[in-house]
């Protein structure tokens, strides 16, 4: 795993459970979306993409759409 990605989860709002957001030019850049949808998945871990960027929710809470 890159060493981008692990700043991802080990940000203080993601240790907190909190909604990690990258925008989807910066995945690509600094690494790839394959590296971090695994370590979501291994993780349990969700992903939305909401415009050009992925919100990441760094708990393994359900994610339901309400509207």
Do not use: P
């Given at each position: 795993?890159?060493?981008?990605?692990?700043?991802?989860?080990?940000?203080?709002?993601?240790?907190?459970?909190?909604?990690?957001?990258?925008?989807?030019?910066?995945?690509?850049?600094?690494?790839?979306?394959?590296?971090?949808?695994?370590?979501?998945?291994?993780?349990?871990?969700h992903i939305?993409?909401?415009?050009?960027q992925w919100?990441?929710?760094?708990?393994?809470?359900?994610?339901?759409?309400?509207?």
């Open positions: 795993m890159s060493t981008w990605v692990d700043q991802i989860f080990e940000s203080q709002i993601a240790q907190r459970g909190g909604v990690a957001r990258r925008k989807l030019s910066s995945i690509d850049k600094f690494a790839s979306r394959k590296e971090v949808k695994d370590e979501c998945k291994a993780r349990g871990y939305i993409q909401h415009g050009d919100l990441i929710f760094c708990d393994n809470a359900m994610v339901k759409l309400v509207l």
